[in-house]
């Protein structure tokens, strides 16, 4: 249950700073954790990013304040992050929909995000299909980009459709996904399209050769259609099986196997590798 400990002081701390100008490095650094292991956990058990959270508690926070007070509106802007009015009637205006200026109409109909208190819901039954395997150290051939955890969930999966669309999956197979943790003072991670290869395998023009350390590795199995299926098994990894098991996950790679066949069939098998340690 650590992280759901950490996450909540994480969303104090929030609050507590809601009108500084903080980053998501500050507050992993104030729950001790690596900003990508954050934001990954936070986005999985919440459905929202970082980012996103932030925004919307401010805006919801502003929406009141117009309402309750006779501050004007480039004063309520500057208090929430934005450096002009205008840049906070859009985001205002997208939120609320209405304008700042409607806002403080008697009567006009705001809409509110109220604070999150992160729970586990224990429940019985379920069954994670995992095993433990341990690997030595192998090599991955792999088109690489970079992403951050406020655009990956849109711009991971244009990835992968750029990569079958320009004929990269014919000159290296994209079986694997590989995404590696930012590196220390990094805002953003390195994901990667690829499949394994020899250690003398030639790289073709576009790929790198990413070298995989030996590691204990706990495997899950997904069995039904993407990308549903392989998203609420990582749900599951951190809000079930990691709070409740004797390992904890060492920040590196993690892997995203795709086996051949119709991805969107309920038979379809994927699988999701993480390295691990004994607690």
Known sequence: MEWIKSLNSAIDYIEENIFSDISCKDISEHIYSSSFHFQRVFSLLTGITVGEYIRNRRLSMAGQELTMSSSKVIDIALKYGYNTPESFSKAFSRFHGITPKQAKSEGSNLKSFNRLIIKIQLEGGNIMDYKIVKREEYKILAKTRYFTSENSTVEIPKFWSDYYSEGSNE???????????EKCGCKEYRYGIGCECSDDADIPNGFEKLTIPE???????CVGPMPDTIQNVWKRIYSEWLPQSEYELIPD???ELYTDGDNKSKDYVSEIW???KKK
């Open 274 to 276: 993480i390295p691990v």
């Open 253 to 255: 790679y993690d892997i």
């Open 171 to 181: 000159i290296v197979c994209g079986m694997l996904g590989i995404c590696e943790q």
């Open 215 to 221: 590691y204990t590795w706990a495997v899950f199995k």
